[in-house]
């Protein structure tokens, strides 16, 4: 899991290698990888400040998102994807994630076990 600084590092240093590009083709498959960078920085952000005490609330008001269009972000980062449930990272997950950061109980990024059942044959 990289946390959203070391990401916005890697956006920078893409964009700068993005001036070195030729052509107009070179230009958008740089910047292309820029957006991608760019937008999983993004998510990582939101996972962290929702890990800090922000609420869901806020950070979608912070990121000019929709309320409802957090928590799936938020299940697709490092830091929380590991309690998503559905593809979705809701209040009691981001209570138990604070509570395993707290306690030490749980490194960034490793997630949570999740029991898994067996297929019957």
Do not use: W
């Amino acid at each position: 899991m990289s946390s959203s600084t070391d990401l916005v590092r890697d956006v920078i240093a893409t964009l700068n290698a993005a001036e070195e590009n030729e052509g107009p083709l070179g230009l958008v498959e740089a910047l292309a990888e820029a957006r991608d960078l760019l937008e999983e920085a993004h998510a990582e952000a939101m996972a962290e400040a929702v890990v800090a005490g922000s609420s869901v609330r806020e950070v979608a008001r912070a990121a000019g998102l929709a309320p409802n269009s957090v928590n799936p972000r938020l299940a697709r980062t490092g830091l929380l994807s590991g309690y998503a449930e559905s593809g979705r990272v809701g209040a009691d997950q981001i209570t138990l994630a604070k509570r395993d950061l707290s306690r030490g109980d749980l490194p960034e990024g490793e997630g949570t076990m999740r029991f898994v059942p067996r297929r019957r044959t």
